[in-house]
């Protein structure tokens, strides 16, 4: 008769499954990390491609409009009251593909008036940039530079011929996140104002990295860095001052 007790059975070890498991969450871990590193980047890149479409979609509208015109549209439209009636972004709706939009409009009374005071809630997606997650739906992100000297020095128009630095040295649109600026409202930026925020470094608070898209008279879009000098911004704003900055240099 064997007197030998039976040994009890051993218990696997744990420890293998533990570290594995460790190491698997940590591997999740980093993958998400690295993900992330590579996902944001590309999301902010398409977010503002997307923008510099929008400004595309514009300068094309323009260009459309001055075919037809001769002439840029103006910044404003003034009513018989002499106060500004109607935006230059009304006028472009028919280049924009919203003919049923424009023919709702009435144009004998102001943008708030009691009948264009109906469509204030109609959100136009061109004219916001896809990077500002706190945009009004109804407000726009694009704006002109109002100003002597400019391509739109007020109520007065003007056409390539005026812009005398040449169509693709003199900026026409800027994004502005949080404008404040209903997309029907006859308001935009005074070019000194512009200017001013520059010199303290507020030019381009866009929500796009390093800077914000800019729109050219030509139809152009490029990327204007927030740390480009006052003057030479100056002189980008500016259609007829003689000295045209090469856009190229700037870009290098």
């Not at 009890?8 to 990390?33: C, D, K, S, Y």
Request: a negative charge; hydrophobic letters at 40%; proline letters at 9%.
């Amino acid at each position: 008769m064997n007197d030998q007790q039976p040994k009890p059975l051993e218990r696997p070890n744990p420890r293998p499954f533990q570290f594995g498991l460790r190491a698997m969450l940590v591997a999740i871990t980093l993958l998400a990390l690295f993900l992330g590193l590579i996902i944001v980047p590309l999301r902010e890149a398409a977010r503002r491609e997307r923008c510099s479409n929008n400004l595309k979609q514009i300068g094309l509208a323009l260009h459309n409009y001055h075919d037809v015109w001769k002439q840029l549209p103006p910044a404003v439209t003034l009513g018989p009251d002499g106060k500004p009636w109607h935006s230059w972004r009304v006028l472009l709706l028919p280049y924009l593909e919203q003919m049923p939009l424009y023919d709702l409009y009435q144009f004998d009374e102001p943008w708030d008036g009691p009948n264009n005071c109906k469509w204030h809630e109609v959100s136009l997606e061109f004219l916001l940039c896809p990077a500002d997650p706190t945009r009004d739906a109804t407000s726009t992100s694009y704006l002109l530079l109002i100003g002597p000297h400019t391509p739109w020095p007020g109520t007065e128009t003007t056409g390539f011929r005026h812009i005398l630095d040449g169509t693709s040295n003199t900026v026409a649109v800027i994004e502005v996140i949080d404008s404040g600026v209903h997309w029907m409202e006859p308001r935009d930026l005074d070019v000194e104002e512009f200017l001013a925020r520059a010199g303290e470094g507020r030019a381009f608070d866009s929500r796009h990295k390093g800077g914000a898209n800019v729109l050219f008279v030509d139809g152009s879009t490029h990327f204007m860095p927030r740390d480009l000098d006052l003057e030479t911004l100056r002189r980008l704003v500016t259609r007829d001052d003689r000295e045209p900055v090469d856009w190229s240099e700037i870009e290098e």
